[in-house]
């Protein structure tokens, strides 16, 4: 069964070929490569999550769940997200992301900003953030 990437590379080639569906499976290609790339990120952060293995730390932070573990992961390594963005990167269904981030807002880890529809979350915990780059570095040792 070949990967969705060689799936995406014989699409490319057949739009080059055939013009007249270009136009018609452009939209197909645009939304394949985007699903693509977002299994890719969505991967890579759960990659590092399992990899860091650090529950005790989190609990001891104050940060019990994995979906808040995973989305405090997600902002310290992108920085400002949106709702929908912590959701995509992390695979966090949304509804839970709008409850973990009330939790994470209301014990000071995390900070919302902007107004409904412009939101944008930011991880502001110094003790996280330190825990997760002393992690990090131990990790790339």
Known sequence: ME??????????????KEKDLY?????IYKNLKTVIEETESRT?????????????????LGIPTRYESKL???LYLSGELSPRQLHEKTGVPLPKVYQTV???QDS?????TGEKGKTKIELVSDDIKNELEKH??????
């Not at 990967?3 to 080059?16: G, H």
């Not at 136009?23 to 939209?27: D, G, Y």
């Not at 890579?44 to 001891?60: A, G, P, Q, T, Y």
């Open 3 to 16: 990967s969705a990437k060689e799936a995406l590379e014989k699409l490319k080639e057949a739009m080059t």
């Open 23 to 27: 136009s018609n499976l452009r939209p």
């Open 44 to 60: 890579r952060l759960n990659d590092i999550f399992v990899k860091l293995d650090i529950e005790d730390s989190w609990k001891r």
């Open 72 to 74: 405090c992961l997600a």
């Open 102 to 104: 009330k939790k994470l």
């Open 108 to 112: 000071n880890i995390v900070k919302k």
């Open 136 to 141: 990090l570095k131990q990790e790339e040792s």
